[in-house]
């Protein structure tokens, strides 16, 4: 069964319409990052 890791960054400060990404891993690769940015995912 492969593990997976999911790891979210944002800015320290609370910020309004401020980004935050998440980088997921499969087994220990990345497998990519998705971007939240104001209400949109890239």
Do not use: W
């Not at 800015?11 to 104001?38: N, Q």
């Amino acid at each position: 069964m492969p593990r997976h890791r999911i790891e979210m960054y944002q800015p320290r400060k609370a910020m309004l319409h401020s980004d935050v990404s998440f980088e997921i891993y499969s087994d220990g690769k990345k497998l990519g990052t998705m971007t939240i940015s104001k209400g949109s995912i890239d």
